[in-house]
């Protein structure tokens, strides 16, 4: 379905409202106007014909040969024709009378003898034609008005409705801009503000300014919706971090009672040896997954300040893969260095970038063999760390899950494995974006998985 | 039979520390305070201590203080967090090393054991360093006017490892495995806070080290 633009809908609804409300004012008023002016002129017109038909009677009756005068002198007084009809013959007019102007039907009714009013369109031009039937010296007076001003007045009125309704049409739209600012801003702060959060952003809020009561609401509970949900990731997390700390002296405990039954593991019988192994691997796996967990709650909670160095890059990299190798107890994976890397220095907090890499070849020792290589190279502006291994390597479909919590890849399944955490890939994508990279999976040259950290340079060479 | 003293308030890892350390062969005093360890320690000359950060009275920094004015001996402190402000305390108030619970027994006697078997390098050569003077095989650093500058054992090492190699940088890695004796586990910040501590007594102005001086992405190399 296609979307359509609240903002444009609320513009169209307001335009149009406008145009209809000012077009039917404009209608209205006009037609109201133009009957009442209508028939004022009518009511002056007939008053009129009537006195002039008066003065032409009394001109017949006293002196009949100065009717062409007469009627001259009317036209000129009152800007209208008047002709003068008896028994069907014209017996005079004015000089710019035109006896086509009065009908055959108006002739008729007057010489019936009913004074009749008519109005005409004679080539274009609005007439008014009166006719009044003098009987007692048998003739008809005809008067013929032009309506030239009233038109013109009204032409006029039918502009200024027409400007006036593009004005309140304009308005309208004003209107609906108006509007639109004061709805649709609001919505669309929102929409930032939620994108914002979705992005992890939690601290964000909504500003609450002088606005309408409605929007107003909209901004508190929006408010209070986002710090109900940051307070109950927030407990989450705590609960999390409270298991694990309280879990803590117990497993100390434990840990350290087991090695002192592993001092005395010859005096114990085969069965006992055999559970006393089980439970020595099983208790580290345990100490693992709490020591992780209670990294990954102190990562989520912020605890952790990062101590940004800018740094030698593969010296920072040689440094912490041996320093992983060892502390793991693992083959140290050679680091290659691609002849175009150069010098680079990137900023790092570079306990966390030790970490990342100790779980990256924790992880390449646990499911894939060991790492075969650490390579580094230079992709644009960025410094990629790559930990190869030779293993299964990462189906396309679980390349971004590897990094969810406790994920368990096919690898693990197929193998058997549960001696990782499932917790290390997660702090590596945690602590490579704590510290401005990004990290992706791969194919490594030997058909492995490779795990690829970028990290932006700071500057090209060292000093 | 070396002498250790486990400061440590929960009963059940006070316990079970103490028979792994027997087991080992540690004659082993333990308490559950501050102000009773510091005591034991008084009238049993441990050679090494077990300190836990959170005791209940004297604080497991304060414990770690008291034993180090009155003894050079070799303190682990054991801490619940591993926040770096806290293992910078615990290394400010005078310990040589600290682990986090929870920790593995095995990498906590390897640790202790390591401590116990550094011996300060003896047949290193006496150098100047502006107004100290560096002189191994008694174990001191004297001003020009004779009197004698404190320097704990492991601060001690650091400067004489640092000079034995004639100007070359040492990673801290490198310095880990040197000084501390171990050679796969440790934490860099164990150096770099050591390294700070060493400024403030032997830098003329610490901020500006002219003599231990910091190489980027690298370690550290002792100018003379």
Known sequence: ?463 | MPRILIVEDDDHIRTALRLMFEGEGFSVDDAPTGELGVALFARMASDVAIVDVMLPGMTGFQTCQALRSASDLPIVIVSARDETVDVVLGLESGADDYVTKPFVPEELLARVRAHLRRRPDKSANAFQMGELRVIPDEGVVRYRDGSELHLTSTEFRLLTDLASVNGRVLSREDLLERVWGYDYFGDSRLVDVHIRRLRMKIEPDPASPTYLVTVRGTGYKLVL
């Open chain 1, 1 to 463: 379905m296609r979307q359509r633009s609240l903002r444009l809908r609320l513009l169209i609804t307001f335009g149009l409202g406008a145009l209809i409300v000012s077009g039917l004012a404009a209608t209205l008023t006009y037609a109201g106007v133009h009957r009442v002016l209508v028939n004022d002129q009518r009511q002056t017109d007939l008053r009129q014909a009537y006195v002039n038909a008066a003065l032409v009677r009394s001109t017949l009756y006293t002196s009949p040969t100065q009717l062409a005068n007469e009627l001259n002198a009317i036209q000129r007084a009152t800007h209208s024709n008047v002709l003068v009809q008896t028994h069907h013959q014209w017996l005079s007019k004015s000089t710019g009378a035109a006896t086509q102007d009065v009908s055959r039907k108006i002739v008729r009714k007057v010489l019936a003898g009913d004074p009749t009013e008519q109005i005409r369109n004679v080539n274009g031009q609005l007439i008014f034609v009166v006719g009044v039937p003098i009987p007692a010296v048998e003739t008809q007076f005809f008067e013929v008005f032009k309506l030239n001003s009233l038109e013109n007045t009204l032409r006029t009125l039918l502009l200024v409705l027409g400007f006036g309704a593009l004005v309140t049409f304009l308005l309208g739209i004003a209107g609906g801009l108006w509007v639109t600012r004061r709805t649709v801003r609001p919505l669309e702060r929102v929409s930032l503000a939620a994108a914002a959060i979705a992005e992890g952003n939690l601290s964000t809020r909504l500003q609450v300014t002088r606005a309408d009561r409605e929007v107003q609401q909209l901004t508190e509970s929006f408010n209070e919706m986002v710090s109900q949900l940051v307070e109950r990731l927030e407990r989450d997390a705590r609960f999390a971090s409270d298991v694990s700390h309280e879990l803590r002296s117990p497993l100390t405990t434990l840990a350290t009672t087991a090695t002192v039954l592993q001092q005395h593991r010859d005096e114990l019988s085969p069965a006992g040896q055999a559970s006393l192994d089980l439970l020595v691997a099983d208790l580290s796996i345990f100490q693992s997954l709490v020591r992780d967990l209670l990294e990954m709650a102190r990562t989520d909670a912020g605890a952790v300040p990062l101590v940004i160095e800018t740094v030698a890059g593969v010296e920072l990299v040689r440094q912490s893969v041996r320093s992983a190798a060892r502390r793991q107890g693992i083959h140290e994976p050679p680091v290659e260095v691609e002849a175009s890397v150069g010098d680079p220095l990137v900023s790092v907090d570079r306990r966390r970038f030790e970490r990342a890499i100790t779980n990256l070849i924790d992880n390449a020792h646990y499911y894939a063999g060991g790492a075969t290589f650490v390579r580094l190279n230079v992709d644009g502006s960025q410094f990629a760390v790559n930990v190869d291994d030779a293993g299964t390597g990462v189906a396309l479909e679980e390349r971004d899950a590897v990094f969810e919590r406790f994920f368990r890849g096919r690898a693990a399944h197929d193998r058997g494995l549960a001696r990782g955490t499932g917790l290390g890939l997660a702090l590596v994508r945690d602590h490579v974006r704590a510290i401005g990279g990004s990290i992706q999976v791969l194919e490594s040259p030997e058909g492995g998985a490779r795990f690829q950290i970028l990290l932006p340079i700071t500057a090209e060479e060292a000093p």
